[in-house]
């Protein structure tokens, strides 16, 4: 039986006083929502990425949907990609009404490749959607030269590697749109929610409308917002004036000023989960069945978003996890493939050219990672996964 309390959890967001005193600020102003804060997150994560616009969303989710249908992509479509992923990947495909083609993946990095994109074009391709699978970035390169000779869309799902970099340069400013996630296990969270990035003005205005309801760009903040009684003022009018198609995908306030605190630690939240990483390569190194995550890869700088090694065939993957759990360790098999899940086995035939994917994802095992994980938490999970891989 699995622990549902462990003692060591597989995941912690690591907030401080700072991140509480925005907040406690925050609910000190009548702008809960759609206030300064948005702004102020959004041009920091802008600015961090050196791209000219970001657009807060209420999850990573909302905004893989929100950039596919910003690029024209629905019904009659077909979209790369991989299946060794999070699930929202294909789900915000098939809500714009493509269909999602899965690509096999690198076995070193976990990401698609292009070869692997190559053999999975069809006429009806109209994107690929690379993810930084577990905050190691995709060969974003190779992948655009793909995109430009078919003439494909681009996105990134960085949700995984915010402050990942590819040869200098920040991930989530390689794509068309880039979508970033900020649920509590990621590197850094505003609770739920999330952003896309992007590089036009057109895309930026798209993605504006989108979020609000099909309202017009010039309605992004609490300033453009008309007063209590919205047909009084001409703003009111503006604010119940849709153009277009909409969702309600806005992130309050509250959320903002937790990322925007969040943000501004990033480079020390970063610095100790690639500390953590390194002390559990120490501590595992040379363990029988194991296969551990690469602590490098040229020309990339990881975010280490979890800690996901790789068992041996031959090893018993659930009997591991319950004597971790007898112990209060929580973990985790990051990811079940996609094409395999129960929503999806009866959607998609069985694909042989998924075989890398299929054999990794019958392998890993998530091991507890978080900013603050204390090296002695982290020499319990080594001795006690030791443990479990002797008994075996």
């Not at 990609?81 to 789900?91: D, L, W, Y």
């Not at 995109?147 to 799902?157: C, W």
């Not at 309605?219 to 909409?246: C, E, F, Y």
């Not at 929503?343 to 998924?354: E, F, G, Q």
């Given at each position: 039986?699995?622990?549902?309390?462990?003692?060591?959890?597989?995941?912690?967001?690591?907030?401080?006083?700072?991140?509480?005193?925005?907040?406690?600020?925050?609910?000190?102003?009548?702008?809960?929502?759609?206030?300064?804060?948005?702004?102020?997150?959004?041009?920091?994560?802008?600015?961090?990425?050196?791209?000219?616009?970001?657009?807060?969303?209420?999850?990573?989710?909302?905004?893989?949907?929100?950039?596919?249908?910003?690029?024209?992509?629905?019904?009659?479509?077909?979209?790369?990609?991989?299946?060794?992923?999070?699930?929202?990947?294909?789900?915000?495909?098939?809500?714009?009404?493509?269909?999602p083609v899965f690509a096999d993946v690198d076995p070193i990095?976990?990401?698609?490749?292009?070869?692997?994109?190559?053999?999975?074009?069809?006429?009806?391709?109209?994107?690929?959607?690379?993810?930084?699978?577990?905050?190691?970035?995709?060969?974003?390169?190779?992948?655009?030269?793909?995109?430009?000779?078919?003439?494909?869309?681009?996105?990134?799902?960085?949700?995984?590697?915010?402050?990942?970099?590819?040869?200098?340069?920040?991930?989530?400013?390689?794509?068309?749109?880039?979508?970033?996630?900020?649920?509590?296990?990621?590197?850094?969270?505003?609770?739920?929610?999330?952003?896309?990035?992007?590089?036009?003005?057109?895309?930026?205005?798209?993605?504006?409308?989108?979020?609000?309801?099909?309202?017009?760009?010039?309605?992004?903040?609490?300033?453009?917002?008309?007063?209590?009684?919205?047909?009084?003022?001409?703003?009111?009018?503006?604010?119940?004036?849709?153009?277009?198609?909409?969702?309600?995908?806005?992130?309050?306030?509250?959320?903002?000023?937790?990322?925007?605190?969040?943000?501004?630690?990033?480079?020390?939240?970063?610095?100790?989960?690639?500390?953590?990483?390194?002390?559990?390569?120490?501590?595992?190194?040379?363990?029988?069945?194991?296969?551990?995550?690469?602590?490098?890869?040229?020309?990339?700088?990881?975010?280490?978003?979890?800690?996901?090694?790789?068992?041996?065939?031959?090893?018993?993957?659930?009997?591991?996890?319950?004597?971790?759990?007898?112990?209060?360790?929580?973990?985790?098999?990051?990811?079940?493939?996609?094409?395999?899940?129960?929503?999806?086995?009866?959607?998609?035939?069985?694909?042989?050219?998924?075989?890398?994917?299929?054999?990794?994802?019958?392998?890993?095992?998530?091991?507890?990672?978080?900013?603050?994980?204390?090296?002695?938490?982290?020499?319990?999970?080594?001795?006690?996964?030791?443990?479990?891989?002797?008994?075996?």
């Amino acid at each position: 039986m699995i622990n549902v309390n462990p003692t060591i959890p597989l995941s912690a967001p690591d907030i401080t006083e700072a991140e509480i005193a925005a907040i406690t600020a925050v609910l000190r102003t009548p702008h809960l929502s759609f206030g300064p804060e948005l702004a102020a997150f959004e041009s920091a994560l802008a600015d961090f990425h050196s791209v000219p616009h970001a657009v807060a969303v209420s999850s990573g989710t909302a905004g893989l949907q929100m950039a596919l249908l910003t690029l024209g992509i629905g019904a009659g479509d077909e979209v790369i990609i991989p299946s060794f992923t999070f699930i929202a990947v294909a789900n915000a495909v098939v809500l714009v009404g493509a269909t999602p083609v899965f690509a096999d993946v690198d076995p070193i990095s976990l990401n698609l490749t292009p070869a692997s994109v190559e053999r999975a074009l069809t006429s009806r391709t109209r994107a690929i959607l690379a993810v930084h699978t577990f905050g190691i970035p995709a060969d974003m390169i190779g992948l655009r030269r793909v995109a430009t000779d078919h003439n494909l869309a681009l996105i990134e799902d960085a949700s995984e590697a915010i402050g990942a970099e590819l040869g200098g340069r920040r991930v989530g400013s390689f794509g068309d749109l880039a979508v970033f996630g900020f649920y509590p296990n990621k590197q850094i969270t505003t609770g739920e929610g999330g952003a896309v990035l992007a590089h036009t003005q057109p895309h930026a205005d798209r993605l504006y409308a989108l979020r609000n309801q099909g309202r017009g760009p010039s309605m992004r903040t609490k300033t453009a917002k008309p007063p209590a009684v919205a047909h009084s003022a001409s703003s009111g009018k503006d604010w119940l004036h849709h153009p277009d198609i909409g969702f309600n995908y806005r992130l309050s306030d509250i959320a903002c000023a937790l990322g925007r605190v969040q943000l501004s630690r990033i480079d020390e939240i970063l610095s100790l989960r690639r500390a953590a990483a390194e002390l559990y390569h120490s501590l595992l190194d040379g363990v029988p069945c194991l296969e551990l995550p690469p602590i490098a890869l040229p020309g990339c700088t990881v975010s280490w978003f979890v800690y996901v090694v790789r068992l041996s065939e031959f090893i018993n993957r659930p009997r591991v996890q319950a004597s971790l759990a007898e112990l209060g360790i929580a973990s985790a098999t990051y990811f079940s493939p996609i094409h395999q899940q129960p929503a999806w086995r009866d959607l998609v035939p069985d694909l042989a050219n998924l075989a890398t994917t299929e054999f990794i994802g019958s392998r890993t095992l998530a091991l507890p990672f978080f900013t603050r994980i204390t090296s002695g938490q982290q020499q319990q999970v080594a001795s006690a996964l030791r443990g479990a891989l002797t008994a075996q």
